[in-house]
């Protein structure tokens, strides 16, 4: 069967389902069988073995192991679609990468239970639980949809005002807004698809950010917030993961276009917070931090990370 057709089987299995891995030796009942006809042919072997290798560790490790082997792999604006017109290009890559399709990647195949669940936790991630992978779906715009859907889903929280004091970005959304943004002709969306009304994401400065470096959790996602621009709808624009310490120095795994050689790669996240603060083209607000988390029965497994205290807060699709 083709990965997409295995996509298509997995989401009418539910991502749920598929994240309830547990031990490589857990009772048959509970293990993942795939349907008569599926194999694991879409998937890249390595990362099948990887994520296997690793199910039983914390979710930071098991992002860091599934993730290793795309490192260098180059990046690529928006590589991915649904197959078939308005954007052709396929539902997964593994060959090159933009900022958010790398993450979805990488917390599919670290949350799912076995690696042949991935693309049902993909597919949840981009489009919603039993949500058909059509292009009008798919969560687009990070601040209006990707981000709270998620969070409302269970699969990230926001941890942002554990690291440091935060300010609260407001955006308004209107179909005005919409109709200036010179970047709209970019989306075949038709304009009753747009999200339209007010958004908020906490915040923290990039010196706030850099002050409580060693408070970012383990895996957590680092997004960056730019400043909010009258007609213009976007201010998330740039996404990667904090790597579990193997050193003094923390660590960011992101695709990037940075530099002359745009690709997968780890960044000392010092630098890249002081970096980015001196933005001039369109200012960095500041940094947003998401926590995954969890869901099923690893939950009874894996210990939390140390120190995370259960985050109230609550709440855009463009690569850098």
Known sequence: MSLRGWVLLAALAGPAALAAGGAAEAPAASRLVLAPGVDEGGLPPEVVRIAREVRDR????????????????????????????????????????????????????????????????????????????TYENRRHFMLEEWIPANIAAGWLEDVTAQVGETHLLVKEVTPATWASWRRRRLFALPDERLPVGTFALPVLSPGAALAGIDRIPDGALILTVRTSRPGVPIVVTHLGFKLPADGPVPLMRHATRMGAEPRVRDERLAWYLEHVRWYTRWPVEGVSILLPRERGPRLSRLAEPAGIIPSTASTGRTAP
């Open 58 to 133: 914390p979710l930071a490790e098991r992002m860091a192991a599934v993730s290793r082997p795309w490192l260098g792999r180059p990046y690529r604006r928006d590589p991915i679609g649904e197959g078939v017109p308005p954007d052709p290009d396929p539902p997964a890559r593994y060959d090159v990468f933009d900022c958010l399709s790398f993450v979805e990647e990488v917390l599919a195949f670290a949350l799912a239970g076995d690696p042949t669940g991935a693309p049902a936790i993909r597919h949840s991630l981009r489009y919603g639980d039993g949500v058909p992978a």
